[in-house]
Each structure stands twice: as C-alpha cells, then as structure tokens.
C-alpha cells in the first residue's frame, strides 16, 4: 500500500479510551441524574459529550455517551479515569436497577478519506451518528469513526494512536486525564460548545455551579488549542507562559501534550482572553515557541 492510500485509510487502536456500560430497567433515569447531558432526551443513534461532576461542579469525567439500547447505556471516556468513575457511579447507583462495569472490549478508530467507505465494506450502511449491529456499535466523531467490535479484525496494519490523538487536540476536545479529577468545571474546557451541557434538563450533580457560569459569568478560562513545529516532549500540567514583552507569563496549564510527526499538540487551559495571535511558552521547557490555532467551534 503506497503512503498516500496509508493515510486515505488509518486503523488505529484506542489504547487511550475504554468503555463503560450501565445495563438494567433504570439505567437511564439514574444517569439523568448524574451528568450534564439529557439522556433521556438523547434521540436514538445519536451520542453526546457530556460530564460527570462532584456536588461542586467540577469535573470527575468528560466523555461520548450513547445508548445501545434502551436499557444498555455506554459512556467512552480515557482509559485513566474508568476506575475513578466506577467508584463515583457505583456511589449513588446503589438504589437503582442499573449494573455498572468497565467493558474488556478494545475500541478502534477509522480515520482518514475512505474510512467510510471502509467501514460500509465491512458492516453495510452506516447511519449519520451511531450504527448499532449485533454486539457493535459504531460511532460517527470529529475524527473518524469509534468501532466498539469484541471480533473486530483488519489486514491493515494499525497506525500508533498519537495519530488519533494529535485529531483530537485539532478538534478542540475536553479530553482529560485522572491527574485532573475535580480540577476544571465543564465550561473550562468548551464542553458547553461541543453541546456537551443541557441547561434545559433540570436537576444533576454540580448543576448549580454549571448554570451559574453560564448566567451569571465568572469563568475566566477556556480550552485553547497550541502546536509547535518541535519534538520536544511536555508533560501534562506543565505551565503554560504568554510572551509579554518578551518576558513569559503564567496564563494556564496543560491538558494534553501529543507528539505526531515532528510537530508538538497541546490543549491547554488558559485565561479565556488570552489573544490567539500571541507568542506562547512553557515554562519548564523555555526553547519551547507554541502558537494558538483557531478553535473549530465557536464559544459562547
């Protein structure tokens, strides 16, 4: 395969994400509840991003969810956080008919031109958001396709999943890890943008604080999207830096920091107005010259 149909068509092996399943009667009134998403008035074959807070509006997880069936729920979220949010759900789950566990199933990612095309050859007609077979399910997401398939096979070989991951930073996403358990409130990484926030829904864990942001104002951070042509290596909460007058300044930190082909991804949390046409830093690392891209959403 030459290296221009390679990249028309990319598996690649999701080793940063897994999958929770809430399976029984009242699994979805027990969810709605919890995040910040409207399960129930989540249409069929459709997902969401959505999060799971503390009673203090910050995020223990952030995450796609979708349903199965009316009765099987699956939230994919990073790999880091999954033992952290079975504590928190199996916490209040106690009282509802709804089984909680981490899915052993591997998920995949399809990206690339004729990642669709791919995918029709293999299952058949795939629907706009979320086609559900037997025992798969397929998700439509801003870099290409989820695969959750316990059989799933390919002939070509996977690409490594800093490939996906650098999509993802590009697609201005509220990926984090467990190092920021209760650290952000959605607004701060753009969850709100991504129509990952319902304020229609009613009552849920942190809604208060949630509402209060978008009402009443006060959040002051946001989600910003950085690159640098460098293969230097930056850690996750490494102190971003502005360049003012040519002196660094602190306005945030890292969220997620993906080395891909010689150029340096990162998603940070910064002081919401922070101008994209600065010169940023890092400030462990000061040979380090990071420019903001322009996010792919708007923001409220």
Request: glycine letters at 6%; a negative charge.
């Amino acid at each position: 395969m030459t290296t221009a149909a390679a990249n028309a068509l990319q598996i690649v092996k999701l080793e940063h994400l897994k999958l929770i399943e809430l399976v029984g009667p009242q699994a979805r009134t027990f969810l709605q509840g919890q995040v910040t998403y409207d399960v129930i008035k989540l249409a069929a074959e459709q997902w969401s991003w959505g999060a799971h807070c503390d009673p203090k509006g910050k995020m223990m997880a952030a995450f796609r969810g979708f349903a199965f069936n009316n009765q099987h729920l699956g939230l994919i979220l990073p790999s880091t956080l999954v033992e952290q949010e079975l504590l928190q759900l199996k916490k209040y789950s106690a009282f509802h008919q709804c089984d909680i566990s981490a899915s052993e199933v591997a998920l995949y990612g399809v990206m690339g031109a004729d990642a669709e095309k791919w995918l029709i050859q293999k299952y058949g007609p795939l629907t706009e958001r979320v086609t559900l077979l037997t025992d798969t399910a397929i998700l439509q997401v801003e870099t290409g396709y989820i695969v959750i398939d316990a059989n799933f096979s390919s002939d070509i070989e996977t690409v490594p999943v800093n490939a996906w991951q650098a999509a993802e930073v590009l697609a201005g996403l509220p990926y984090f890890e467990a190092v920021h358990f209760s650290k952000y409130i959605p607004q701060m990484l753009n969850l709100q943008a991504v129509e990952g926030i319902s304020f229609n829904k009613g009552c849920y864990i942190g809604q208060e604080t949630v509402a209060r942001m978008k009402y009443r104002g006060g959040n002051k951070r946001a989600l910003y999207i950085l690159i640098a042509e460098t293969e230097a290596q930056v850690n996750i909460d490494d102190t971003v830096s502005i360049i003012d007058e040519g002196k660094p300044r602190r306005c945030g930190s890292v969220l997620q920091a993906i080395n891909h082909q010689g150029k340096l991804y990162i998603t940070a949390v910064l002081n919401n107005d922070s101008p994209l046409q600065a010169e940023f830093g890092i400030m462990e690392q000061s040979d380090i010259l990071l420019t903001a891209q322009a996010l792919p959403y708007p923001i409220d």
